[in-house]
């Protein structure tokens, strides 16, 4: 079972940016897609960013052209860069592996946009 692990969640003012971190417990190399979700109060999950293994990146339009994923191989860690964010970024953002085993998740970090 893959573990994921996010970190570099936080209280940030709008405008401002914050740089997610997602360590998985295995080579992310052998994952056929990786990605960020997330979920505000009161909302369902979305889909905010996914790579897959080959590189094709999707994005939310939402957060087209100011959120980026990346990832590091030989760290083992997908990232989200998230700039110019706004109140409506407040959520619990969770980072998911796709992989034969299945899909994993991790426990999420809180990202809170205020003033």
């Known amino acids: 079972q893959v573990q994921l692990v996010e970190s570099g969640g936080g209280l940030v003012q709008p405008g401002g940016s914050l740089r997610l971190s997602c360590a998985a417990s295995?080579?992310?190399?052998?994952?056929?897609?990786m990605g960020w979700d997330r979920q505000a109060p009161g909302k369902q999950r979305e889909m905010v960013a996914t790579?897959?293994?080959?590189?094709?990146?999707k994005y939310a339009d939402s957060v087209q052209g100011r959120f980026i994923i990346s990832r590091d191989i030989t760290k083992n860690t997908l990232y989200l860069q998230m700039n110019s964010l706004k109140p409506e970024d407040t959520a619990v953002y969770y980072c998911?592996?796709?992989?034969?085993?299945?899909?994993?998740w991790g426990q999420g970090t809180q990202v809170t946009v205020s003033s």
């Open positions: 998911s592996s796709e992989s034969n085993a299945g899909i994993s």
């Open positions: 295995g080579s992310i190399f052998s994952f056929s897609a």
């Open positions: 790579l897959s293994s080959g590189g094709l990146i």
